[in-house]
Structures are given as structure tokens and as C-alpha cells.
């Protein structure tokens, strides 16, 4: 199930990149991934196994010791850009703006004149559903509606790179399936490259094209899986026997890696 990858310019390439946080917890070590232009990619392993770090210095918000990131053939070493955006699980919406000034607030962050970010602001909303809580303040709106607030405001901005930090995580399951395929439409459609952290199995072999599995602390990539189903996952049946197969190949892996986690824990203390 393992697959080849060809390096492009306009994708994300990270090359021996190695992480350590004091006073010596290896998080990454020598981990090499080349994402190519407009593909969607999923990364699981357990708790602790470096998948969020790699995340973050790919958004250029976390430093790094030894290796090289790329993106588009511009070097990531603290710089952040719109171009490389995170949705996070905590979709840290300003509290003081309303969910149509959210949107708007960050398209006018890129450049966008005042009124026509007013204006695709108000088009996101309604593309949401959510026209009628336009004017309303995220105290106000449900966990399902501000993470699609959230979702909105990245995608509006039309990154060139979605870096998706477990997302949906918190979400009921009618609003984690009807925001999953929210962002595969949008990635179907304008062919972003995404890359998708998650703890879920079933999430990250539905919505991805391929599958980086990460081993326990110190986190090193143990294979990439190929997900051999369509690119338009919406007409694919969650209980297909191909995802099936796929998921149970991942989960097997995942629940080894697990246990190797909780030994290294009890071992060293952290």
C-alpha cells in the first residue's frame, strides 16, 4: 500500500526535518514528505507523534532545528503567510465582530477594499446556510455554525495551502459530515493542497487521496498509504468494502503505535 511521490514546486516539501522541545523530547526526526500541487493529504499517528508540529512549521508559526520546508519554492522558516492558513479545532473566532465581520475581517487583512470583502463575506455566509445568523455574535451561535464561521474565513481567503489542525474533532457527527464534505468540494473544485491532521481513521481514509501514517514519539513517518477511491468521496458510501479495507489497514497501525506511545510514557515519564 505504500506509494511513490515526485516533488512539484507548487507543493509543500519538507526535507529532513528534525524538531526537538527542551529539554530533549524529540518530536520529528528526519521526517521527509513531498506534497504535490493541489493534492489532499491526512496525517494520523498517536498522541505526542509530531503531526501538529510538522503542521505548524509548514504554517511557518513553529521553528525548527535541522531540515528544510518548502512551499511553492519559497522557504518556511517563521514567516506566515494567508497563502498557508490553518483551520483550527478551536476556530478562535473574534468575539467582538459578528460572523459576517469575522470573514470580512480577514479578507480585508489580505488586502481586500473594505466593501467588497463585505460583499464575499456575505457570499460565504449564504453559501453556508447561514445568511440569517449573519448579524449574530459567536456567543451566540452553535459549536456547528461557528466552526463553519471558521471554515469560511480560511476559505474565503483562497489559501494556496489548508493546513487543517483536526478541525472537526469536536462536532456532532451531522456537522463534522456536513463540513468534511464542504472542504472536499471546495478542494475538488479549486485543487488547493490540503493537508489534514486527525486522531480519526474513518475521517482521514474518507477525505484524503493518500494517508501519511507517523510513528510513536520521536515521530517519523512509517509509510504513506494510498486511498484507492474516488476523488469525489461524496459518492462513496462510508461502509464501502474499499474504505473498509483501507481503514482497517490504518487502524492497525495506529493501535501498534498507540501501545508503543503509552510503553515510552511509562518509561520515561512523559
Not at 18 to 33: E, F, G
Not at 135 to 141: G, I, Q, S
Amino acid at each position: 500500500m505504500t506509494i511513490a511521490h515526485k516533488s512539484t514546486t507548487g507543493g509543500l516539501s519538507v526535507r529532513n526535518l528534525h524538531k526537538t522541545y527542551p529539554p530533549d523530547i524529540v518530536a520529528l526526526k528526519n521526517v521527509s514528505l513531498e506534497l504535490e500541487a493541489g493534492t489532499f493529504t491526512a496525517i494520523i499517528g498517536p498522541s505526542g507523534c509530531g503531526k501538529t508540529t510538522l503542521l505548524k512549521i509548514a504554517a511557518g508559526i513553529e521553528s525548527y532545528q535541522h531540515g528544510e520546508v518548502f512551499f511553492a519554492g519559497e522557504r518556511i522558516a517563521g514567516n506566515t503567510s494567508w497563502k498557508r492558513s490553518v483551520i483550527y479545532q478551536d476556530v478562535r473566532l473574534f468575539p467582538w465582530l459578528t460572523a459576517q465581520a469575522n470573514v470580512a475581517f480577514a479578507l480585508e487583512s489580505k488586502g481586500l477594499p473594505k466593501a467588497e470583502a463585505r460583499k464575499q463575506a456575505a457570499d460565504w455566509i449564504k453559501r453556508q446556510g447561514l445568511e440569517a445568523h449573519a448579524d449574530a455574535y459567536p456567543a451566540e451561535l452553535s459549536g456547528g455554525m461557528r466552526q463553519k464561521i471558521g471554515v469560511c474565513r480560511v476559505l474565503a481567503n483562497e489559501p494556496e495551502l489548508i493546513l487543517c489542525d483536526e478541525p472537526f474533532s469536536a462536532l456532532d457527527w451531522t456537522a463534522r459530515e456536513s463540513l468534511q464534505l464542504e472542504l472536499l468540494h471546495y478542494w475538488y473544485d479549486q485543487r488547493k493542497t490540503v493537508l489534514f491532521v486527525t486522531h480519526n481513521v474513518e475521517e482521514a481514509v474518507y477525505m484524503a487521496q493518500r494517508v501519511v501514517l507517523m510513528s510513536a514519539r520521536p515521530g517519523v513517518i512509517k509509510e504513506i498509504v494510498d486511498v484507492p477511491l474516488p476523488e469525489e468521496r461524496w459518492d462513496v458510501r462510508r461502509e464501502s468494502p474499499e474504505l473498509l479495507e483501507v481503514a482497517r489497514y490504518v487502524n492497525n497501525h495506529i493501535a501498534d503505535e498507540v501501545r508503543k506511545a503509552k510503553e515510552a510514557e511509562l518509561e520515561v515519564g512523559y
